[in-house]
């Protein structure tokens, strides 16, 4: 029972994480150090079960003959198990020192850990049940974290997530339905799992079920128009928006979609069909929606919260291309993306904790009084509008490149949405960067800038350790699309 | 060796690192430490400019970086290593009484390294990325006085950058889709065998966009009569000499060899370049700013360089006298262009004025400026003698040949004729508007003088060596071409795919100078007419002053570009967005309000079912149907409307519109089962 490993990094946040809210800490530094503890020890099982282990699946409870909790470690499962684990030590490293600034923080580590067990389930699941259940645990256990302020606002965009969640959820369900009804074994294959025999004649009753299910999974990564919620969800404390809602948690809903299409139902059943076209189109509108609406909005964490849309939908984009090409650059910008966008959700969170400034307008100057801050964020900034070398560029041209492959009309449209993206990107990141540089005169004088200098160093460590990762990333792209040729095959 | 093509890119970036590091502690350690570093890398572009070597790192960013040094890229190479060594000698001086000096050599010699990187490219994936560090990097230097005008100026040219860059991009998506690769020479032996050119002509096109912007080709020149001005002048003469030529290095390759021998192409360019040369020469004929003058100016000679590209393309294999006629003047551009806005900047560094009115006058007793000064006018206007004069023979006998080639082939010569006297024309309007620098610098007398004509000092010695080295260079070229200039052109020839002209060119035989005389009888007949009658009225105390009479119409940049951008681009995006958004949500506004009603019949038929049964058996009193209840803040689970926030309007608030697809996403379920 060598893959019984696989199982703890689930269950250890989950029992372990009890820990922290059932101890009446004295001191901050001890609900830290067992915090941490609990992290890092998930994260360093996770990383052995992913290198270490067999392949082999994992059954835990079998349902019926064709329907069972199982695991597995696949490629895609180690890609995004690894990149998970890296970035939740990360982002729990940041929120010890944003957190002492706000209440209950027992509380919040308690549904932090947690959900760092239901992602990780995420990642690891071998079909498409086991998926959704921890997709709906993520639901849950997330929730608390988004309305952790308790106040109206938070009270709202709980509820707008609740609703958002429980309908997409609910609409993902009819895929997983046909999905069970169609085959005779559900665990994840790279091409489908459907029974060529009963899919005969029933082509189109499952690309229309496939859309259901793929607006359904949809919502979590934001795809218009189900995305009302994220940036709403941008009230909750910055490491939560930073993890949950550029990395984890729409990250889980682009994942899913992934192996809804190319490991459920195949992309030989769905290329060329309305299904394909209607997905890259609804991916298409969302880029341009996204980055317009970033544009047009002048709070920060809700601008890059549109970008975060955006964004997810270049992925979308990429997978419903419908290549293993476009796969595996929509892979390579969901690694740059949760790299980069974690870091400028983490700036604009030490920007707040440090001035209590969330327009963009406030920012004006304040580029040379928090000089590690913002220089991390212009390189994140860069990575994000894909300047060359910088991280975004490659996944974009890698995406850009499988979709000239493709040969369908639309993708081609899609090169020049890419492009218009790349441009309002570039508005909405470089008007944050330029006023933060070079503030027009006369605004610094009138105005009190106590407290505007950077944040300590236990801020300061992980921003810096992820930007300086983006730009390692940045400089070898070859290598990691030779490796993500690799999973996706293996 | 190999790996001093990658050294001479790096090298400065990190030297730019590490001058920063030094300047926190030592700014004199720091100027010197700059000033060595551009020595040792200009040595090093020397010494490599004569072996022809390659290096790539295939794995390196993507589809890997490939660099190549030998020939024109040789050439380019010193004359980038020679632009920032002179710039860099001077800043030390210039910048004396400036501020955030350490951020101005960070970033100045970062560009050192990025401009360098694009001229050893080999292919357009390397130049591209170089192109980006070098746009970025740069807009640093633009803005660094952060005065109003020059963020302003900052913003325009990333605007032009950024969206340069982008169009660029596209173009390369579509030729790597089309060919499969973006080395050069390879795209030119593909597209030399292709019958259907149109798609390449498509690719080309975009991706010369961006090189075109950052050259200053019309339409796109906008940026730049403001963005060199407001610079530091050292600066300036970077971003004039050789910034601009890194885009007329990516149209060189377009035309030269990926679109080699190509007349289409050729006329194209040469369309643009004639637009530029004239268009540059007009503005800067009415300028009445030293620096933004000589910015025109740039683009003008930009224009010159553009024709001789696009007059290669029309000879094809007969080039020889057009591919001289090209490199050659990027050198003289680079060289004579340099030394114009060091000059300006000394006038800026002692008196911090630049309009013709209030500098009037300063450099009369100066007679060391006046000469360097006096050599560069010579240089650019192309008076026999100095460099100027040697390319732009040969870019004149480029557009002779062409015409008797059409001529022996029987076909009319008008167009040619027409560019041929607009570029003794523009060359004419040249002198014109360095003459009026030049009257208005160190002739005439300032009806006004200030208390700003230090007799002493006005610049060190390192400043007056860099001037010296500058003008003896320029005299040299013009005087020994055989010796200098004609080399250097035999060097560049490989990559241009063109051969040393059959019999050495005479510049000094009566059919060459007879160009220069004619230029000369123009500008001296516009100076005298228009310049002095037209420009320059009278003011109120009865002295002639020089007047701003361009029309504030003819502005481009302000009329048509921001606007589109700024307001028309995001209102019709932002609208298409809107309608279909608000399409949609008045469609789920509208299947929520249906939704509400039937859950509210519902629960009251179901309220009052329970209500009529508690009336039967628990004697309650007997309930009216529908009345209305108190229901608290949330019985639709979310009543509550969030502070609308004015950027943002979402779904309507009740259940947010969620539930709807909850729900029919259950309806859907169910039905599936159901049947």
Redesign the interface.
Same mark, same amino acid.
């Given at each position: 029972m060598a893959s019984m490993i696989i199982l703890l990094p689930i269950i250890l946040p989950f029992f372990g994480s009890f820990i922290i809210i059932a101890k009446p800490f004295r001191d901050r530094l001890k609900m830290r150090i067992c915090t941490m503890s609990i992290v890092l020890a998930t994260m360093f099982i996770a990383l052995y079960a992913i290198y270490f282990s067999g392949v082999e699946s994992l059954t835990v409870y079998r349902f019926a003959s064709n329907m069972s909790l199982a695991f597995r470690l696949d490629g895609l499962a180690k890609f995004y198990g690894t990149m998970v684990s890296i970035l939740w030590t990360a982002t729990t490293i940041y929120a010890f020192e944003y957190m002492s600034h706000e209440k209950y923080e027992q509380r919040f580590f308690l549904f932090f850990t947690m959900s760092f067990g239901v992602v990780l389930g995420i990642a690891f699941s071998a079909n498409l049940l086991t998926l959704y259940l921890f997709y709906e645990f993520l639901t849950l256990t997330t929730l608390p974290l988004v309305m952790h302020e308790m106040d109206?606002?938070a $009270?709202?965009a709980g509820?707008?997530y609740l609703?958002?969640m429980?309908?997409?959820a609910?609409?993902a369900?009819?895929g997983l339905?046909?999905i069970i009804c169609y085959s005779n074994n559900i665990d994840f294959k790279l091409g489908g799992v459907l029974n060529p025999a009963m899919v005969a004649g029933n082509e189109n009753i499952l690309r229309f *079920?496939f859309l259901?299910a793929f607006?359904?999974f949809g919502v979590k990564a934001a795809i218009? &128009?189900?995305y009302?919620?994220l940036?709403?969800a941008s009230v909750a404390p910055t490491p939560v928006t930073a993890l949950l809602h550029a990395v984890a948690v729409v990250k889980s809903g682009v994942f899913a979609i992934i192996r809804l299409t190319y490991f459920c139902y195949g992309i030989d059943l769905l290329r060329g069909s309305f299904a394909q076209n209607i997905m890259m189109g609804a991916a298409l509108?969302t880029i341009?929606?996204g980055s *317009?609406?970033a544009?047009? *909005?002048?709070?920060i964490k809700?601008r890059f919260a549109y970008s975060t849309m955006s964004n997810l939908s270049y992925i979308i984009f990429a997978v419903s291309i419908m290549t293993l090409n476009g796969l595996a650059g929509g892979l390579l910008h969901m690694l740059y993306h949760a790299v980069v966008k974690i870091t400028i959700f983490f700036c604009a969170g030490a920007i707040l904790v440090q001035t209590h400034r969330e327009y963009v307008k406030q920012m004006e100057g304040l580029g040379t009084k928090m000089p590690i801050i913002f220089g991390c964020f212009t390189v994140a900034g860069?990575g994000l509008v894909g300047? &060359?070398?910088f991280a975004g560029f490659?996944s974009k041209?890698?995406i850009?490149?499988a979709a000239?492959?493709s040969a369908n009309p639309l993708a081609y449209a899609g090169?020049?949405v890419l492009?218009?993206s790349?441009?309002l990107t570039?508005l909405y990141v470089?008007t944050v960067v330029?006023s933060a540089y070079?503030p027009? *005169?006369g605004v610094l004088e009138n105005r009190d800038d106590t407290g505007a200098h950077d944040p300590p160093k236990l801020m300061t460590l992980p921003i810096v350790a992820l930007t300086v990762l983006s730009v390692v990333l940045?400089?070898?792209?070859?290598?990691l699309?030779q490796l993500l040729r690799f999973i996706i095959s293996s | 060796m190999a790996l001093l093509l990658p050294f001479l890119v790096i090298f400065p970036m990190a030297g730019a690192v590490v001058s920063y590091i030094i300047g926190r502690r030592n700014k004199n350690a720091r100027n010197m430490f700059a000033n060595a570093l551009v020595t040792v890398e200009f040595a090093v572009a020397i010494f490599m400019s004569s072996k022809s070597v390659e290096f790539s790192s295939?794995?390196?960013?993507?589809?890997?970086i490939n660099f190549a040094d030998g020939g024109l890229r040789g050439i380019l190479s010193v004359l980038c290593g020679f632009i920032w060594f002179t710039s860099t000698l001077f800043s030390t001086e210039y910048l004396k009484s400036y501020r955030n000096r350490n951020r101005y050599y960070f970033f100045m010699l970062s560009t050192l390294g990025a401009t360098m990187g694009v001229f050893l490219s080999t292919d357009f994936y390397t130049a591209?990325?170089f192109f980006?560090?070098m746009s970025?990097t740069s807009y640093v230097l633009v803005?660094h006085d952060?005065?109003?005008e020059a963020?302003y100026a900052?913003?325009t040219y990333?605007a032009v950058a950024?969206?340069g860059?982008?169009?660029t991009?596209?173009g390369m998506?579509?030729m790597?889709?089309l060919t499969g690769t973006l080395d050069m020479r390879e795209l030119g032996e593909i597209i030399k065998n292709v019958s259907d050119k149109k798609p390449y002509y498509i690719a080309g096109l975009l991706i010369s966009f961006g090189f075109g912007a950052k050259a200053g080709a019309f339409p796109l020149h906008i940026w730049l009569p403001q963005a060199h001005p407001v610079a530091p002048a050292p600066a300036s003469a970077l971003l004039s000499c050789i910034l601009t030529k890194a885009g007329v290095f990516g149209i060189l390759a377009l035309s030269c060899q990926v679109f080699m021998y190509d007349a289409n192409w050729g006329f194209f360019v040469l369309i643009i370049g004639t637009i530029t040369m004239v268009l540059g020469a007009v503005i800067a004929v009415f300028s009445i700013n030293l620096k933004r003058t000589l910015a025109c100016s740039s683009l003008s000679q930009i224009g010159f360089i553009l024709v001789g590209i696009g007059m290669q393309g029309l000879l094809g294999e007969e080039n020889a006298l057009a591919s001289g006629g090209t490199i050659l003047h990027i050198i003289n551009h680079g060289v004579i262009k340099c030394t114009l806005f060091l000059c300006a900047g000394v006038v800026y560094m002692n008196i911090h004025k630049l309009n013709l009115n209030e500098i009037r006058g300063w450099g009369k007793d100066k007679p060391f400026l006046k000469i360097v000064f006096l050599i560069g006018l010579l240089g650019i206007v192309g008076i026999p003698l100095w460099g100027g004069y040697i390319s732009k023979t040969l870019l004149h006998e480029s557009i002779v040949e062409y015409s008797h080639l059409l001529v022996n082939a029987g076909q009319s010569t008008l167009i040619f004729d027409i560019i041929e006297w607009l570029f003794l024309f523009s060359g004419g309007l040249t002198l014109a508007y360095m003459t009026k620098l030049y009257m208005a610098l160190f002739v005439e007398e300032n009806p006004y003088p200030e208390k700003h004509s230090s007799k002493g000092k006005y610049m060190n010695h390192t400043t007056t060596a860099v001037l010296l080295l500058c003008a003896t260079i320029i005299t040299v070229f013009g005087i020994l071409p055989h010796n200098t200039l004609d080399v250097i052109a035999h060097c560049a020839r490989p990559f241009m795919n063109s051969t040393d002209p059959a019999h050495a060119v005479h510049y000094f035989s009566f059919a060459n100078l007879k160009g220069a005389l004619i230029t000369v009888v123009i500008g001296a007949a516009v100076f005298f007419l228009f310049v002095r009658k037209a420009l320059m009225a009278t003011d109120e105390n009865g002295n002639r002053v020089y007047i701003d009479a361009w029309p504030s119409w003819l502005d481009i940049e302000k009329n048509i570009y921001r606007p589109v951008l700024v307001k028309i681009l995001?209102a019709v995006?932002?609208c298409a967005?809107k309608v279909?958004?608000g399409f949609?949500?008045d469609l789920?506004f509208v299947i929520l309000v249906v939704f509400v009603l039937v859950v509210r019949f519902f629960t009251e038929s179901f309220e009052y079912i329970a209500e009529v049964g508690m009336y039967i058996f628990l004697n309650k009193e007997m309930p009216k149907y529908g009345e209305k209840r108190e229901y608290g803040d949330d019985v639709y689970?979310?009543t509550?409307t969030?502070?609308l926030?004015d950027?943002?309007k979402?779904?309507r608030e009740n259940?947010?519109?969620?539930?709807?697809?909850?729900g029919?996403?259950?309806v859907?379920?169910l039905l $599936?089962?159901i049947f």
């Open positions: 109206k606002k $009270y709202h509820k707008i609703t958002h429980m309908g997409g609910s609409l369900f009819v339905v046909i *079920t259901v607006f359904g218009f &128009p189900f009302y919620w940036p709403t509108f341009v929606f *317009t609406m544009l047009k *909005t002048s709070h809700r860069f300047v &060359p070398p490659h041209w890698n850009a490149i000239l492959q090169i020049m492009i218009i790349a441009l570039a470089f330029i070079f027009k *005169t940045g400089f070898m792209p070859a290598q699309m | 295939a794995s390196f960013c993507g589809l890997g591209l990325i980006e560090i970025f803005v952060e005065t109003e963020l900052g913003a990333l950024v969206i860059g982008l169009v991009l596209l998506f579509f790597y889709h995001p995006l932002g967005a279909f958004a949609l949500e789920m689970f979310s509550f969030p502070e926030h950027e943002e979402g779904f259940l947010s519109g969620a539930l709807v697809f909850f029919v996403g259950m859907a379920a $599936y089962i």
